[in-house]
């Protein structure tokens, strides 16, 4: 029994070290002549940043990504599948988290969170310009999928105003510094029905703590409970949740 038990705490190991962000990765899809409709690839529009590489002076190789962690890019791999793209598979795009000066890259600047992935709005954005969309990331973490942009240090100042000031162009006002190196996920089954604990900004704190405060002391007839709001403003993408082609709306 002891030995039973042993190995199945090791395969549970092994998945929650898999989990955890390693690299960054992308799925390869294929390769196609340049003269190619690439309106084929709108499709996986939802899922990631569809980018093109030259190969040769007629090729094209066609990428999906990028995902921080293999953990997160093995989860979509089998939709991208599913839609035709049988030959595709994942590789690895970065071997670790370091900048060009080896500074270790250990924050992310997340502006969204989705229980189901769909990314079309942001990516069709015209305000989202083909050399940004190398630093827009999607990380699968604790049952959501976070958007962010770019790879910093953390209270990397300069860095942090630019991808603030690129996601307000996209319509999201509210971005925080979210770490990902070396953090372990919580295993899904005991979280199914709880919302992930964020890092808020101060300010955000504190309006929560207001808008609790005014909810307990409002009153409310006493055959009528009092419906407590959703204090958590990077989970109000209801329409996202109900229907993928809904418009994503800003976070306010």
């Not at 890019?73 to 595709?88: K, M, N, Q, S």
């Not at 954005?125 to 962010?148: A, C, E, M, Q």
């Not at 309006?207 to 005014?214: C, G, S, T």
């Not at 307990?216 to 229907?243: C, F, G």
């Amino acid at each position: 029994m002891k030995k039973i038990l042993y190995f199945f705490f090791l395969c549970f190991l092994s998945m929650q070290l898999n989990a955890q962000a390693d690299a960054v990765y992308r799925i390869k899809l294929l390769s196609v002549n340049k003269n190619s409709d690439l309106k084929l690839f709108k499709n996986l529009y939802d899922l990631g940043v569809v980018s093109f590489e030259p190969f040769d002076n007629n090729t094209l190789r066609v990428y999906l990504g990028n995902y921080i962690g293999k953990f997160t890019a093995d989860r979509i791999l089998p939709t991208v599948i599913a839609r035709g793209f049988t030959g595709a598979y994942v590789e690895k795009i970065k071997d670790s988290f370091t900048a060009l000066n080896f500074d270790s890259l250990t924050h992310t600047m997340q502006f969204i969170a989705l229980k189901k992935l769909d990314i079309r709005t942001i990516v069709n954005n015209p305000k989202l310009l083909d050399t940004d969309k190398k630093d827009v990331f999607i990380w699968y973490h604790n049952g959501f999928y976070r958007v962010s942009m770019g790879m910093i240090k953390e209270n990397e100042s300069e860095k942090i105003e630019k991808f603030k000031t690129k996601t307000n162009e996209l319509g999201f006002s509210i971005i925080f510094s979210q770490k990902f190196a070396g953090v372990a996920p919580v295993p899904e089954s005991s979280i199914s029905n709880t919302p992930p604990k964020i890092n808020f900004p101060t300010e955000i704190k504190k309006i929560e703590r207001k808008d609790a405060f005014e909810l307990e002391n409002k009153k409310t007839p006493s055959s009528t409970p009092a419906v407590k709001k959703n204090l958590d403003p990077i989970l109000k993408e209801k329409e996202a949740k109900a229907n993928p082609n809904a418009k994503l709306k800003p976070v306010k």
